[in-house]
């Protein structure tokens, strides 16, 4: 306990009570509180009583907390700072919290520091049946939030099984594990026609002619499925968006919302471009828009992931 603590610094430096309460500026009976955990020091006080004893503020601290409900710390705590990346970080005490601005959340927020003076606390928010946990700083700024699973009926099954049975099913997910793996590791493919011009270097696109085609196999997405045809960018005028030899997907559209991504014609050459009010944007600062007239082609609404 934290009284415990100060009372063996206050003892191992060779001081009263007296004379360590003249040093904080408190009264000895407040000391004598301290020390026998009937009243706990703030954070700041902490602070100056680390400076006093020359240690470490947070060998001051609980390492151990107790709390009304399970909380699985392995699982569910960043052995880290979130705030500076250190890992030796220390459990203070925790809070209930007043979710004064949402009523239905219950929950509680346990106080950690780091060895480089950091404060952080981890608040545990409870919504409706759904766990948030949420770090922040000192301020209670959020730094993220994770949602934490509740304990699953599977869960709750698995402890009934007897050995054979959990074996059966550990058998089993490993199998159905395995499977799954190896089909991300190859993933499902379909086939789709590629224009032979590419986007800023070709001379026009002629859609009817088969000559102007070639077959490509991408992977199998929703986008990919959408699309109309493909066709190859060929330059770096739509950095950071498209890059040079991307194969973007084209779904056929007569025209497209202005600041949206298009095929377009103009003056016989084909370009990927934003559409713009009368002009065609160039999302890298390093290339000019082009002015004028161009037909559209089609909607780009994606980029195809070779084989």
């Known amino acids: 306990m934290i009284g415990e603590r100060i009372k063996a610094l206050r003892i191992e430096k060779g001081i009263t009570q007296q004379q360590f309460a003249d040093m904080m500026s ?5 000391v004598g509180m301290w020390e026998t955990n009937k009243r706990e020091p703030d954070i700041e006080t902490l602070k100056q009583i680390a400076k006093v004893f020359e240690t470490p503020f947070y060998f001051l601290l609980n390492d151990t ?30 809070l209930l919290v007043d979710f004064h601005e949402s009523p239905k959340s219950s929950g509680y927020a346990l106080r950690f520091w780091c060895e480089a003076d950091h404060i952080f606390y981890i608040v545990i928010e409870d919504y409706k049946g759904i766990n948030w946990m ?24 698995m402890d009934v099984l007897d050995s054979f049975g959990k074996k059966a099913v550990r058998d ?11 089909s991300k590791q190859q993933p499902r493919v379909i086939q789709i026609r590629k224009h032979l011009n590419k986007a800023a270097a070709g ?9 102007e085609w070639e077959v490509i196999e991408v992977v199998d997405t929703y986008t990919a499925r ?33 600041g949206k991504v298009g095929l377009f014609i103009h003056d016989g050459m084909g370009y990927i471009k934003e559409r713009g009010k ?30």
């Open 134 to 157: 949420t770090y922040t700083d000192e301020h209670f700024h959020a730094i993220k939030s994770v949602l934490r699973e509740k304990r699953s009926s599977l869960d709750k099954k």
């Open 203 to 211: 001379f026009g696109y002629d859609l009817s002619s088969e000559d």
């Open 26 to 30: 408190v009264a000895k009976s407040t």
């Open 65 to 94: 907390i107790k709390i009304g409900r399970e909380f699985e710390s392995d699982d569910s705590v960043e052995h880290c700072c979130p705030i500076c990346g250190c890992e030796n970080i220390h459990i203070a005490d925790t």
């Open 172 to 182: 089993l997910i490993d199998t159905e594990y395995a499977r799954c793996i190896q």
């Open 278 to 307: 009368k002009k065609l944007i160039s999302r890298n600062p390093e290339y000019p828009d082009i002015e004028g007239e161009a037909r559209c082609i089609g909607l780009v609404i994606g980029v195809a992931e070779l084989v």
């Open 226 to 258: 959408a699309a109309d045809f493909a066709v190859e960018v060929d330059g770096d005028s739509m950095l950071p968006d498209f890059r040079d030899g991307d194969i973007v997907l084209v779904k056929l559209e007569p025209d497209v919302p202005v």
